[in-house]
């Protein structure tokens, strides 16, 4: 990880060595080789402002107002939350993240902070008590930068150019004074005892000297911003509007693509069952044609074979010599009877005769023998035109 | 366009489930007149088996059958000379045999169906030659007797006459 400080100069660490670059041709080469870097940047506005915090948009869009009223150039803001619905709003000038981002590029850079943000979590990180307001005056040798911290509340980092370390407690208390005229009615600190915290030893003297009263402290810490970008939340970024639009682009194309994806699983599901049951219908409807064919075949075969046999067939069913059989019948039946009717009936596998006998009027009424042909005989006892007679019915 | 997108992946996958459970449907009609065909394909091929043991003989038109049936009729009525009328059973004075054919349990094989009607017997030994004469009928040509009845002197006779 590469942690690096934009200024007028541009200072970078590997997290153990710092070094110096010049803006220019050879930076971008200097730069390409490095890996994830963390920046912070300190030319950045700052200001304190409410927005209801409960519905976010809106929120963001009233933060990012009430910064374009104060600040008139095209910024890119990034807002944290200080206390119930008060806000604190930093913007970077668009074109100044567009410089950085052309010099590094996005996917490289994991977070992008405020230089003010970095020394705050520096600060907190060393455990300072951070309850009353405190002055962080960085020496990067030829700049000094001035930054007040007051909680969460930071301001606008001061940039003085002076290698004197001897006059500069006029500036440091202008700034405090500005930070707290900024802050309007979001101060909260004005009267707890202010602290001056600075990396340069010699210049903490010079300041206690200067005004014996004030409380200053030296950290021994060369570049602190360096350091304090290996505490920040690596979520915090600056990002161009191109990149938000090309993000949310290729969010949208994913979520396309997706959508796509599980629409198209979902007919692919259908798709399968579809082919499946269509392929167990081929098989069924084949089988079936097979049968099919197979039954016009046995019909044509079985129309042939029945024109061919049913002569013999008929020769077959024609059984019975029907006068032979009349005959039979008519000599074993007494001579008292006559045959009123009879009837000869085909039943499928043999025949039936049946016949209404009557008794001659001057003859007896004869029991019928059940013998030869008529030994299975069904016989009954009937009327026939006012005579007495017998039913009989043999099967031939 | 990305909940239209999965909408329309979903409607595509309800017309496919339509699609395969009307298929299914077919499948399985399919499936059930391929069984019913297979147990009559069974049912014909024992049927086809059974036939085997029967004698083949050549066809024989059922024009020619009725030819042969007219001329023994006659030739009984010139020996016995016993009127022996036979209708097909029509109303019409002029009709084609053709009106009355009907279907027989035999495939490619037509029936005509022929009532003969004889009258006026003397006595019984002329209904047993009447009788002797109908199975000699019977056994000359493909005439099939079905029922035999007298009532009062007269014997009809119903039967079919076969052909292809």
Known sequence: ?396 | MNKMMIWVGLIIAFLFIEGALNLRVQEQEAQKSKDHLAAENQRLEGEINHKQSFKKNEPRYISKAFNLFVNQMKIFEAFSGTQMNFSLGGRKEKESIEDHFVPTHFRGVKALPILINVQKFSNQTDMGEVLNDIFLLENRTDFKVSEISSENNALVVKGELYGI
């Not at chain 1, 030994?375 to 035109?385: N, T």
Request: net charge neutral; proline share 3%.
């Open chain 1, 1 to 396: 990880m590469n942690y690096l400080l934009f200024n007028n100069e541009i200072l970078m660490s590997d997290g153990q060595v710092a070094q110096r670059m010049i803006k220019g041709a050879d930076l971008k080469a200097c730069v390409d080789s490095i890996g994830q870097a963390r920046i912070c940047c300190v030319d950045v506005d700052v200001m304190i402002a409410s927005a209801p915090e409960d519905y976010l948009d809106k929120k963001d869009n009233i933060l990012v107002q009430k910064f374009i009223e104060m600040y008139s150039d095209e910024y890119i803001t990034l807002n944290e939350r200080i206390s119930q619905n008060i806000f604190q709003v930093m913007g970077i000038k668009a074109k100044l993240v567009k410089e950085i981002y052309a010099l590094i590029p996005s996917s490289k850079v994991e977070s992008l902070v405020p230089y003010a943000y970095t020394i705050r979590s520096f600060l907190m990180n060393k455990q300072i008590d951070m309850t009353k307001p405190i002055i962080f005056v960085d020496d990067l040798g030829q700049e000094k930068l001035i930054t007040v911290i007051d909680g969460l509340k930071f301001s606008r980092t001061r940039t003085i150019n002076t290698d004197s370390t001897e006059n500069i407690l006029p500036d440091i208390k202008r700034s405090y004074i500005n930070f707290h005229k900024k802050l309007g009615g979001f101060s909260e600190n004005t009267n707890s005892d202010l602290v001056i915290i600075t990396n340069n030893q010699q210049m903490a003297h010079s300041i206690k000297i200067s005004d014996p009263e004030l409380l200053v402290d030296f950290l021994d810490c060369q570049y602190p911003a360096l350091e304090g970008l290996k505490y920040i939340d690596p979520q915090i970024k600056y990002r161009i509007h191109e990149e938000i639009i090309r993000e949310r682009k290729d969010k949208e194309w994913h979520s396309r693509v997706k959508s796509f994806m599980i629409a198209s699983s979902i007919s692919l599901l259908g798709l399968l069952f579809f082919g499946f049951n269509q392929i167990a219908y081929s098989l069924a409807a084949r089988a079936f044609d097979t049968e099919k064919l197979k039954n016009i075949q046995l019909k044509e075969m079985l129309e042939k074979m029945d024109q061919e046999i049913y002569r013999d067939a008929l020769r077959q069913m024609k059984g019975v010599n029907y006068s032979l059989k009349f005959f039979e019948i008519s000599n074993v039946l007494p001579s008292t009877y006559d045959i009123s009717t009879f009837k000869f009936t085909s039943r499928q596998e043999h025949w039936i005769f049946d016949a209404y006998l009557f008794a001659q009027d001057d003859q007896f009424y004869d029991e019928i023998p059940r013998i030869k042909i008529l030994k299975k005989a069904e016989i009954k006892d009937f009327f026939i035109k006012d005579h007495p007679g017998k039913y009989l019915k043999v099967a031939l």
